[in-house]
Structures are given as structure tokens and as C-alpha cells.
């Protein structure tokens, strides 16, 4: 740093730059900010973050560049070399890294000086036993700074001195542990052949036991093994590490690097070239049981395990197909499964990820061999814990199969569904499965059925796989395989269906046939969202589902040879053809959306037949019915069936038709009724859509619950996946057994406590009487009841408690069935609103849209008071979400309302009366939204059902401009209703003491209906003032500031009325203002707060409007009240809002003519400072004296002279001068004149108390004071000085400008105070400064 600092001085002292006044250049600020910056870079290289290390080290590099030859080179590479040895171990890495990109771009540097710099800096002959461990890792790093530079390995001599260092530094292993080893084997890989056959006799030694002790050793062994074989062999000789004498050691070694490698989760080098030499040496079997099975996998180890593990995800890409096959059915497949099942991620590391981004690089990288990526995903598949296997169904890894192998793949898939080969399967238990003592957990046709679930789901989610490259052949192939075993059963084989060849050789159970019939569903969903054909690309551009029914209806034709599973009777067979028939008949629409929705919907009706034949049977004649009614064609009826007039509309029926859809728990269906009703919803009549309200009413859908049957799947879904779930879990079950059995008992013993009733506490005492008198003993001792009476008295009251356990069971269940009963209305309600969402987005333009408002605000008002489960939360959100912005703030809406206008009206009213009785402000925003909405609907709708007074009424009533006029006389709103209505609301808002209304909802209104407003205009400046409580004058308040600044409100008076409001508001605001600085409490404060926020706004809007008013009386009140305003400031009532209170009144003050006092802050702390002694200063501060002190000494010399002078001329007027004393002259001398241009006295000191204004002074409005009177005179200072020059009059005319409209001038004092500061650090001023400091010490010695 010496260095450094005498370059910038020799820089600085050059003869070109140097000034004949001596000074310095002013270039010398430059130079010092370029020092403190390169200074700062080794500060960043050092910090945690990544980002800044990397920049600051950039940063390093481009400034050296600039000055290679520099003496910052030297500092830089003194001071990296430094920080490998600093004692933050975080930190050493940094500026190794840094000093080897410097060494990197400075390639001049000779490499030999920087590591003799290094050892000399950390010469471990004289460094001392404390600081040895940094020593250490200083010559380490410094060794691997060299490394990375990349020019160690084309510099012998520094190489070779590396190498030694390193080999010195390997004693030292307490500190060092294995790093220097690692280094010199890192090194050495990427030196050449040549120098590391010079290099290797020195570092290698010719023994094999040492090369077997440690890792590093071996894996030097295994570089030369590599690289040198030659020179290795005339070392060593010939050696075989894989000996059966040498295999015990090489799994020791293993184990070692294992554990050393635990923390960095990855496999260690000396694996993988041990791997690498066993398949060069043809010993890869060998090595893989000796080594890997029979030795690190013998004593079992997590560390171990984990390594092996990771030596088969490598060792994949390197194994022959018979190699794979002998790996993929050992010991370690099947610890690996064991891991899989038994390991747990929140508490135990589970290696399942890591697995499959091996499986994933070694499928991607063999696209071209088919045959091992199906050997490779056979192999994981077959791996099953009792039948199960172990990798997931849909594992993401099945994406990089090729054509050929997916194809191969799904055979396999198919065919072990149909043949299961338990031989084959690499099958294992679990320790605690072996304990399990049932033994029908181990029987095959368990096995069999939990590999059939899996395979199943397999075939599935490989067709739903988007990232897959699938043909349509093979989606073709697993549909038709899904469908056939899920609805058909083979009587004999024929060729014309090649599923029947197929036989099984275990039978398919029911259970494992539902599997396959939900499985088949979810495929069928996937076939119709993702896999959308067109035309062209199948037969005739149909759809899967319409090709999977006709491939049904091929199997239903050859009854011969295939039977359904249910049996299909004469009616359900002639549902199937006219099904058959309509969607021919609707291909004839095709070009209508209509028709491709009702086809959908058919299509998959007619596949429930397959799975519920009575009800979709059923279902099948109405939609067929419905279509043909809504595509204009008449129904052919039976003779048998007469023509019945009252049959309900085909929507209706059709509405019917898809509730009972929703009601299965089926996505496929909610996504099919959401489209079909999507094109019916413009056919909808009243009774059609009381249907859907009905359902969704909570209080008729409790009562009314046989109306529709919700079904569940969870109970058969739970049923098979419990063993499952118990087998997956049962290495888990008994560490948690216990404490699970403490806290069940515990609660049962709650809940009996909490079941007992007094019927059971009675005959609990007649069962002990009864034992008594048994006994025949009137004691009451227990010990005179005999063993017989003992034994009964037990039986009674055995027999008693398991009665009371029946009853209490029994309740517990009803109780879970009613809230199972609950759930299962709350998912069915939250998919027929998808029904609702579908209308109003639809349909927004519908009268019946109307009547969804109270419906939808009542399945509010309940979920508000019971959302505690998860679902009554969704129905909640998703019926808020539908009702705010699909329906109050959609853009379109009813505009023919016909004979509703009324019936609105009343709905209005009754929805603001709602509002204001509801308990929670969130539930009366959503009634009070649904009331604007409907004033939105009648002011925008026109008929011939509108009343003329309508028309006429906002003509009389309002006297607005023609503008506003035109829209509503087109309009149904009847203001003469609505007024009264929220007229009265609003008087309840603001006497209320606990009201649910907010300001949010009036400014709203007012908002959207400034006519509305005018007429609640009178009660909000009723209630401003007056016998109010100060909570609800606050609020009128701030409803009248935020009103009065609307334009739409303001177009609606004309000048007289504007005028006449503006003063009777006024007036009010004024008798609120007589109690101003007098608040007690929170209410208060905040009144005054509103109350002079409102006094601005008005006096904005008379300054806007130019208006003339007599402020005189406004202006009294506050020049009255400013003394108690400045005291409850001072004693810091209501803190938080007391200096915007402040602010406010001095701000309208501001508009009536009287400026705000400045305080002196200068003169204040001159008084003290006069006291304190130069001793008291000294002791105080070091270094340089503040000038204030220095002002205050010479000051205190002579005051007389300083209090007499007080000089009115301009600064422009003073000589110039370098002086601070000047310098505060002319500042002082701008103060005086810069406070008259701003329209306040100049004052020596502040006077709060006594800038106030005569109460007699008339106040006019702000347009006379422009033009009458000056500010000054206005604010009782003194006039200008003549002696000013021009340019500040012009300056004090802007001024005045800005304060007539309302804006605050910014002074220009601190900005020259600014400058004046900025301009006092110039380097001649430094000097100045240092010698004053010299004298006055010397002064203050000497006294």
C-alpha cells in the first residue's frame, strides 16, 4: 500500500501538472476514488456471494489491464496470496480463484516467483504452531490457484516444485486430511504421458499395500494404470487388483471413499476407475459380486450402499445386454427395491431421483439401440416388493424411449397383465413383512393382483405422456386393450378380434376389473383433451370416443365369441342401436358446435352403458329426445304412448341429464357437461334454472337430499389401495406405533368422558345396587361381597360398558356420515357452479341472469359463517370469483328488461337493506355490489315497460347539462325508489355506532351515479357537523373530500348551486374547527384531521373555480385556534397524526394569506455551544475542529461588532474571497432577503407564538389577494428592499404565481447552502482548514 500511495504522490508532483501556486492538480480527487476502488475489490472477492466474488475479480483483471507494469500489480498479487491463508475458511477459495484468473490473464508472470512467493509468505519451517493450519491451506490453495490458471502443466520446473509441495503438505494430515492426494492426482491427469512418466517414480511408490491404503493412493494407481501402463508395469510388475487376496482390501478402500464422499453425494473417482479397469481387464463380473454384492454390500451401510448405487446408474451406459441382464437381477437391484420401499424423504434421503436421472442420461444417450433401453426398463419394472414394483406408474424417464422400444415395452406391459410371470419378477420382502404372520399376504394371487393394478396404470400414463412420440396405432392398441378387459369377456378366440386369443393365465377378479374400468376413463379423458385428431388423420376425422364405440359395437356383435361382463337385456340393446343411429344422424350437423357437443356427450353416456346399463339406459332415450328436440326435430312416439301436453322442455329434461352427470366423480363428465351446457344455456327457461338453484340453496339441498344421488368412489378406491398403502408403510408403522396407540387412547377416553350421559350414569348405579344387595351384606366395605356376587357384579357391568361402547360407535359413525354426506353436497355443489360460471360468461346478456344474485349471496352468507374445512373455503372462492367478475364487473348485460323493472326496484331495496343488517362489512360489500349491479342493469336497459315519470323525473329533479340528460331519459331507473333507499343507508352509516357499510361503497356509488349523489349530498352536509359523534362526522367528512373532487358530480350543478354548496359546507367545516387542538380522544383527533383535509379540497375547488367568498369569518376561527394547536404539538397529544394535523392547518392558512414560521435551527445551537470551553471541545472531538466551533470563537471575541452589523446589501455586492468567515457573511446576508421573496419576516430567532395576523384583516379569496395586495403585506412582513436588483423581483413574481395556485414553492436557501458546502471541498480549502486547526490549538495550549 506504500507503494501505491508514493506512485499517486509521484503522479500527482509532476512538473506538467504542478501550479505555480503550489497547489495540487485537481486531478488528485480522481485518482484517490480510482485507489479506493481498486482497494475495494479485494474486499468483494472475499464475500459469500457468488455474483459479486465474480465481478469484483472481472473488475480486478480490466483495471490491471489498464497498468500491467503498475505497482497495483504487485499489491494485488501481495495481497491475493495473502488471503489464501486468512482465517475465514469461506474465504480462501475466493482469492485462489481470483489469484488464478489473474495468473491466467497475465500469462507474463512467471509462475516459479508466485509459488516462491507462496512459501515464503507461508514457510512452514518458521511458522508457529498456532498459525499452522492456515499456513497449510495457504500452500495448498496457492498450489491449486496454479492448477487452475491452467499454465501449471506446461511449466516443468513449477510443476515439479508443485509436486513436492503437495507431497510435503500430505503429512500433515490432521489438517489437510486427503486434499493434497486429491490435488496431486488431479494434476497429474492432466499432465502429459511424458512428463508424468518422469513424475510418476516420485510419487508413486512401488509397493501395493501402500497404493491399497487410501483412495487417493489407488486412484493414482488406476491414472497410471491408465495413462502409463508401461511405465507402471516396469515399477510394479504385473499386478491383479482383483485377486481374491487384494479384494478385501479394495473393499476397504471403497468403504473409505464412501464415507469421505457422504457429505458431496456423488460417486468418488476411484469407483468409477476401478469399474472402468474391470471391463478392460474382462473381470467385470468378478469385480461386480466379489467387490461390489458379496463385500460392500455384506456388511450393509448406508454410505456404502448409496456408492453402490451410484456405481450402477454409471455403470449402465458401459454394460453389454448379458452384462445389464446379470446386474439388474442381483443382490444389489433388490437392496435397491428394498430401499425404495422402506425409505421415507422427510426424515431418511431416498435415492429414487438420483436413480432416475442415471436411468434418464442412459435411455437418452442409446436412442439408436432399442434393445437395451427395453432390457433397462424391464428390469426396473420387475422389481417388485410382493408383486408390486417399486418405480413409480408414471415415471418421467419413459419420454427418451424410442419407437421401437416403447412398442416393445407395451407388449410386455400386455402381456404380463394377461400371463403374470412371478419368476421372472426380482421380488423381495420387507424385514417387517417377514414378521407378518398372515399368510395371505403371501400368496401368489395377492402378488399377481398388485401387479396387475401397476401395469394397468402403466399402460395408461405411457399414452399420456405428451413428451413421448407415440403412433396411433399404439394409442389404438392400449384404448381397445383397456376397453375390452374392462367391460368384455372372452367365450372362445376368433380372429377377427385378437383380444380374444389372449387368455389369462390367473382369472381377472372383480376388484382388479374396476381397476381397469377407472383406468380406461382416465385414458378416455386424456384421448379427448390432448389427442384432438383432424380430419384426415383418422377414419373420416373422428374422434377416439366415437371409434372406441364403434369398436364396441363390433365386439357387441360377435356374440359368439365375446359377452359383456353385465349382460345386456332387450332394452339396453335397442338404447345401443338408436344411440348408434342419432350420431349418425348428428354427423349430419357436424358443422355446428352444438352437434360435436351433444355427440360428446352421447359418446360417452353410451360407454356407461358398458359400466351401469339400468341408469345410462335410461339416460340414453332422454338425451336422444333432447338432441332431437333441439335440433327442430320431432319425436316419434309409440302408440302405446299418448301425447302428453304438460311434458316438460327438452332443457329442462336435458338440465336433469347433466346434474345427474356431475353427481359422478368423474372429471370426464364435469368437462362434458361444461360444453354441452355451454350451447344449451341460451335455451334455458326459468324452471331450468331452478333446478340448478335448488341444488346449489343450502337450505333445501339438507332437506332435500334424495332429489340427487351423489356417488363416491373413495370407499372401493380406499379398499384397493389399503394393502397397498399397509404394505408401503409397515416399516414405518412401528416407531410410531406407540405414540399413535397414546394418543387414540387418549381420545377415545375424551370422547367417552364426553358420551356419557345420565341414562348411562343410572344404570351404572342400578347395576351396583343390584351387586349389593347380591352380596346381601348392608356394609358397604367391598370386602364382605363374595366371589360369587364379585363375579357377577363383573359380568353386569361387562356386559353394561359394552353397550355404552356400541352406542358410542354407533354414534361416531353417524356422526362420520353425515360429514361424509356433508363433503360429498359440497363437491357436488362446487361442480354444478361450473354450470353458473358457464351462464353468466356465456350468457351475461340473459334476464335469468338476474335471478342468480340472491342465490349466489346466500351460499356467501353461509360460507362466511362456517368455512372451516377445506371445501366450504373452495365453494366459497369460487362463488365469490364468479359473482365479482363474471357478474358485477362483466361488460355486458341485460338490456331488455320488459316487465322485471318493478320486481328490480323491490330487489334493490331489498339488497341495500341486506347490506345494512349484515354483521361482517365483507358480506354486505358483496349485497351492496349485487344492489349497483342491478342500478347498472335498469339506468343502462330501456323498454316499453318504462314508467314515463322515469323519463321526466332527472329532467325536473336534477337540472343538469344535456349531456347527462340524454342517457337517462332512454333509461328504466326510477330515481324517485332509489333515492329513498340509499338515502336511508346512508343516514344509517353515519349514526349507526357499529354499521357494516363503509365509505368504499358510497364513493362507489356516488361514482357511478352522480345524480344519486346530489341528491345525498344534503345528508352528508348534515351530518359534517352538529350532534354527531366525531367517528361519523370523520367519516362525512372524508366522503364529502372525496366527492367533491369527481367531475361527473360537478357537471350536474350549475355556478349558483356549485357556489351555494361550496359555502354551506363551508360553514359546517368552520363550527367543526372551533374545537380544533382541543381532541381527547382517537374519534376526535381524526374529525379534525378530516375536517381540515376537507378545508383544503374545498379551497382547491374555489381556487379551480374561482370563486368569491368571504373568508373572513374561516379565517378568525383558525388564527383563534392556532395557540391550542401549537400546544398540544408541543405536549405530543396523539402523536402519530399530530404533524400532519400541523401540516393541514398550515396549509389552508397558507390559501389565506398567512405563511408558516421557519425555524431557525442555526441560533439554537448557538447558545450552548457559546458555553462549552475549548477543553470540553478538545476531549470531545479528534481530529480536524467542526467549523461551527471555530464560527463560535471568533464569534465569542467580539459579539458587539457582530450584533451591530447587519447588512441588507445583495451578495453580489462582496468581494470574493476563500475564507469560511466570508463565506458565512454573504450566506447570512442571502438569508434576510431570500425570506421576503418567500413572503415571511426575516427573523433573527423563531417566534411560533407571534406571526400571527390581525383577527380584524378582512380575508378575500385568493384571486383579490393576486391582485389587491402583496404577500408580504398579507403576511405582516416587511416590504421588499429597493436595493434589490431586478432579477429577484422576477424571481419573487413566480413566486407569488405559485402560491396563488395552491402549490408550495420550494426554497432556495438549501440549495445554496448546498452548493456552498460542495464548493468548500477544494484541496486549497483543506489546506486552509488544517492551518486554522494549527492556530486555534495553539490558542487553546496556551490559555
Not at 450402477?312 to 445389464?324: D, F, H, Y
Not at 444389489?332 to 425409505?343: D, K, Q
Not at 393365465?505 to 381397469?516: A, D, G, K
Not at 301436453?645 to 353427481?663: H, K
Request: hydrophobic share 35%; with cysteine; charged share 25%.
Amino acid at each position: 500500500m506504500a507503494e501505491i500511495d508514493s506512485q499517486d504522490v509521484a503522479e500527482l508532483k509532476s512538473p506538467g501538472e504542478v501550479t505555480q501556486s503550489g497547489a495540487l492538480p485537481a486531478d488528485r480527487h480522481g485518482l484517490l476514488q480510482h485507489s479506493r476502488e481498486f482497494l475495494d475489490f479485494f474486499w468483494d472477492i472475499a464475500k459469500p456471494q457468488q455474483e459479486t466474488r465474480l465481478e469484483a475479480t472481472e473488475k480486478l483483471l480490466e483495471y490491471l489491464r489498464t497498468r500491467p507494469q503498475g505497482s497495483e500489480m504487485k499489491y494485488a498479487l501481495k495481497r491475493l496470496i495473502t488471503g489464501l491463508g486468512v482465517g475465514r475458511e469461506t474465504a480462501r477459495p475466493c482469492y485462489s480463484l481470483a489469484l488464478a484468473q489473474l495468473l491466467q490473464s497475465f500469462e507474463d508472470i512467471p509462475l516459479c516467483s508466485i509459488l516462491q512467493q507462496i512459501q515464503e509468505k507461508y514457510d512452514l519451517r518458521q511458522v508457529k504452531k498456532a498459525t499452522m493450519r492456515p499456513a497449510l491451506f495457504g500452500n495448498l490453495f496457492g498450489v491449486l490457484a496454479l492448477f487452475q490458471s491452467g499454465r501449471l502443466v506446461k511449466d516443468q520446473e513449477a510443476l515439479m516444485k508443485s509436486v513436492k509441495l503437495l507431497q510435503v503438505l500430505a503429512l500433515h494430515y490432521n489438517h489437510l486430511q486427503e486434499q493434497p492426494q486429491k490435488a496431486l492426482v488431479d494434476i497429474l491427469s492432466e499432465v502429459p504421458e511424458a512428463m508424468l512418466q518422469e513424475i510418476l517414480p516420485k510419487v508413486l511408490k512401488g509397493d501395493l499395500n501402500m497404493t491399497l491404503s487410501s483412495p487417493e493412493r489407488l486412484e493414482l494407481f488406476l491414472l497410471a494404470q491408465q495413462k502409463v501402463p508401461a511405465k507402471l508395469e516396469n515399477m510394479m510388475g504385473s499386478v491383479n487388483l482383483f485377486s481374491d487376496e487384494n479384494v478385501p482390501r479394495l473393499v476397504n478402500v471403497l468403504r473409505m471413499a464412501a464415507t469421505a464422499a457422504k457429505k458431496e453425494r456423488k460417486l468418488p473417482p476411484v469407483a468409477l476407475g476401478l469399474l472402468r479397469l474391470a471391463l478392460k481387464e474382462d473381470k467385470f463380473p468378478q469385480f461386480w459380486k466379489e467387490v461390489v454384492e458379496q463385500g460392500l454390500l455384506k456388511k450393509q451401510s448406508w454410505p456404502a450402499s448409496y456408492l453402490c448405487f451410484r456405481l450402477l446408474g454409471v455403470a449402465l451406459p458401459l454394460l453389454s445386454k448379458e452384462q445389464l441382464q446379470m446386474v439388474m437381477r442381483g443382490d444389489l437391484i433388490r437392496h435397491y427395491g428394498e430401499h425404495m420401499v422402506t425409505a421415507k424423504p422427510p426424515n431418511q434421503f431416498r435415492f429414487g431421483p438420483e436413480m432416475d436421472k442415471y436411468v434418464g442420461t442412459f435411455l437418452e444417450g442409446c436412442q439408436d439401440d432399442p434393445e437395451r433401453q427395453l432390457a433397462v426398463l424391464v428390469a426396473f419394472s420387475s422389481v417388485t416388493n410382493q408383486g408390486l414394483p417399486v418405480v413409480p406408474t408414471v415415471w418421467r424417464v419413459v419420454q427418451f424411449l424410442s419407437p421401437p422400444a416403447v412398442q416393445g415395452y407395451v407388449a410386455w406391459l400386455q402381456d404380463m397383465f394377461l400371463q403374470p410371470n412371478l419368476d421372472s419378477l426380482v421380488d423381495f420382502s420387507t424385514t417387517n413383512q417377514k414378521k407378518a404372520q398372515d399368510a395371505s399376504l403371501h400368496v401368489p394371487e395377492r402378488a399377481v393382483s398388485r401387479l396387475r393394478k401397476w401395469l394397468i396404470h402403466r399402460l395408461v400414463s405411457i399414452v399420456d405422456n405428451t413428451h413421448l412420440e407415440k403412433e396411433d396405432a399404439l394409442v389404438e392398441q392400449v384404448a381397445r386393450f383397456c376397453l375390452f378387459h374392462s367391460f368384455f369377456v372372452t367365450k372362445k378366440p376368433t380372429s377377427q378380434v385378437p383380444e380374444t386369443k389372449q387368455q389369462f393365465s390367473f382369472p381377472l377378479e372383480s376388484q382388479s376389473r374396476e381397476v381397469v374400468s377407472n383406468a380406461f376413463f382416465s385414458l378416455l379423458q386424456t384421448l379427448s383433451t390432448h389427442f384432438k385428431q383432424a380430419p384426415g388423420q383418422t377414419q373420416r376425422g373422428q374422434s377416439w370416443a366415437y371409434r372406441l364405440v364403434q369398436w364396441a359395437d363390433k365386439l357387441l356383435n360377435h356374440s359368439r365369441s365375446v359377452t359383456t361382463v353385465l349382460p345386456f337385456t332387450t332394452q339396453q340393446h335397442q338404447a345401443w342401436d338408436r344411440m348408434l343411429q342419432t350420431l349418425r344422424d348428428l354427423e349430419a350437423h357436424s358443422t355446428e358446435a352444438r352437434a360435436a357437443a351433444f355427440q360428446h356427450l352421447l359418446l360417452l353416456v353410451g360407454i356407461h352403458l358398458f359400466k351401469s346399463p339400468a341408469e345410462s339406459c335410461d339416460l340414453l332415450d332422454d338425451i336422444q329426445t333432447c338432441i332431437k328436440k333441439s335440433l327442430g326435430e320431432k319425436t316419434r312416439r309409440s302408440r302405446t304412448k299418448a301425447i302428453n301436453s304438460q311434458e316438460p322442455p327438452w332443457v329442462e329434461v336435458l338440465v336433469e341429464i347433466l346434474l345427474a352427470l356431475l353427481a359422478q366423480p368423474s372429471h370426464l363428465m364435469r368437462q362434458v357437461a361444461r360444453s354441452v351446457f355451454g350451447h344449451i344455456c341460451s335455451h334455458l327457461t326459468p324452471h331450468a334454472l331452478q333446478l340448478i338453484l335448488d341444488v346449489l340453496n343450502p337450505e333445501t339441498s339438507q332437506d332435500e337430499d334424495e332429489n340427487v344421488v351423489v356417488t363416491d368412489d373413495s370407499d372401493e378406491k380406499q379398499l384397493e389401495n389399503a394393502e397397498d398403502k399397509s404394505d408401503d408403510s409397515e416399516d414405518n408403522k412401528n416407531a410410531e406405533s406407540e405414540d399413535e396407540s397414546e394418543e387414540e387412547e387418549e381420545s377415545e377416553e375424551e370422547d367417552r368422558d364426553g358420551d356419557v350421559d345420565q341414562g348411562f350414569r343410572e344404570q351404572l348405579m342400578a347395576v351396583l345396587q343390584a351387586g349389593k344387595a347380591l352380596g346381601g351384606a348392608d356394609s358397604e366395605d367391598e370386602e364382605e361381597l363374595g366371589d360369587e356376587a364379585m363375579m357377577a357384579l363383573d359380568q353386569s357391568l361387562a356386559s353394561l360398558f359394552a353397550e355404552q361402547k356400541l352406542r358410542i360407535q354407533a354414534r361416531r359413525d353417524e356422526k362420520n356420515k353425515l360429514q361424509k354426506e356433508k363433503m360429498l353436497r359440497r363437491d357436488f355443489q362446487i361442480r354444478v357452479l361450473d354450470l353458473i360460471e358457464v351462464l353468466v360468461t356465456k350468457q351475461p346478456e340473459n334476464p335469468l341472469v338476474l335471478q342468480l344474485l340472491q342465490p349466489l349471496l346466500r351460499i356467501i352468507r353461509r360460507s362466511m359463517r362456517t368455512s372451516s374445512c377445506q371445501q366450504e373455503q373452495e365453494l366459497l372462492h369460487k362463488t365469490a370469483r364468479i359473482f365479482t367478475h363474471h357478474l358485477c364487473r362483466a361488460r355486458r348485460y341485460c338490456h331488455d328488461l320488459g316487465d322485471l323493472v318493478e320486481t328490480l326496484h323491490t330487489q334493490v331495496e331489498q339488497l341495500v337493506q341486506q347490506a345494512s343488517r349484515q354483521a361482517d362489512s365483507s358480506v354486505a360489500l358483496y349485497h351492496f355490489n349485487a344492489s349497483l349491479y342491478l342500478l347498472r342493469v335498469l339506468k343502462g336497459s330501456s323498454g316499453e315497460g318504462c314508467a314515463p315519470e322515469t323519463q321526466k323525473k332527472p329532467r325536473a329533479g336534477t337540472d343538469t347539462s344535456p349531456k347527462p340528460k340524454g342517457p337517462q331519459t332512454a333509461s328504466c331507473l326510477d330515481w324517485n325508489l332509489v333515492t329513498p333507499v340509499y338515502s336511508s343507508a346512508l343516514s344509517s352509516f353515519l349514526t349507526k355506532r357499529n354499521s357494516p357499510l363503509t365509505v368504499p361503497m358510497f364513493l362507489s356509488l356516488f361514482s357511478r351515479h352522480p345524480v344519486l349523489c346530489k341528491s345525498l349530498l344534503p345528508i352528508l352536509v348534515q351530518h359534517v357537523a352538529g350532534p354527531a359523534r366525531p367517528r361519523h362526522q370523520a367519516q362525512a367528512c372524508l366522503l364529502l373530500q372525496k366527492t367533491l373532487s369527481m367531475r361527473e358530480l360537478r357537471a350536474c350543478f350549475e355556478d349558483p348551486e356549485w357556489k351555494q354548496l361550496i359555502g354551506q359546507i363551508l360553514a359546517k367545516v368552520s363550527e367543526n374547527l372551533r374545537a380544533l387542538g382541543h381532541a381527547q380522544t382517537k374519534a376526535e383527533h381524526q374529525k379534525e384531521l378530516s375536517s381540515l383535509e376537507l378545508l383544503n379540497t374545498l379551497f382547491r375547488s374555489v381556487l379551480h373555480e374561482k370563486l368569491t367568498l368571504d373568508l373572513t369569518g374561516l379565517l378568525g376561527v383558525l388564527q383563534g385556534q392556532q395557540q391550542s394547536l401549537q400546544q398540544s404539538l408541543r405536549q405530543g397529544e396523539h402523536s402519530t397524526g399530530s404533524s400532519r394535523l400541523y401540516d393541514l392547518y398550515w396549509q389552508a392558512m397558507k390559501v389565506l394569506g398567512v405563511q408558516r414560521p421557519k425555524l431557525e435551527k442555526k441560533d439554537t445551537k448557538e447558545v450552548p455551544s457559546a458555553v462549552q470551553s475549548p477543553m470540553s471541545m478538545k476531549r470531545k472531538k479528534k481530529g480536524f475542529l467542526p467549523e461551527t466551533k471555530k464560527r463560535k470563537k471568533r464569534k465569542s471575541e467580539d459579539v458587539a461588532q457582530e450584533e451591530g452589523a447587519k447588512p441588507t446589501a445583495t451578495a453580489e455586492g462582496q468581494p470574493p474571497s476563500t475564507g469560511k468567515k466570508k463565506k458565512r457573511k454573504r450566506a447570512k446576508d442571502k438569508a434576510p432577503a431570500q425570506s421576503q421573496v418567500n413572503g415571511t419576516p426575516a427573523v433573527k430567532r423563531p417566534a411560533p407564538d407571534t406571526s400571527t395576523l390581525d383577527p380584524s384583516t378582512p380575508a378575500k379569496t385568493p384571486k383579490l389577494q393576486k391582485k389587491h395586495q402583496k404577500p408580504s403585506q398579507v403576511n405582516g412582513a416587511t416590504p421588499v428592499s429597493p436595493v434589490e436588483p431586478a432579477v429577484k423581483k422576477k424571481h419573487q413574481k413566480a413566486l407569488l404565481k405559485k402560491e396563488v395556485s395552491g402549490k408550495l414553492p420550494q426554497s432556495a436557501l438549501p440549495r445554496k447552502k448546498a452548493r456552498l458546502s460542495l464548493a468548500s471541498r477544494s484541496p486549497s480549502l483543506f489546506q486552509s482548514m488544517a492551518r486554522k486547526k494549527k492556530v486555534q490549538m495553539k490558542k487553546v495550549k496556551r490559555s
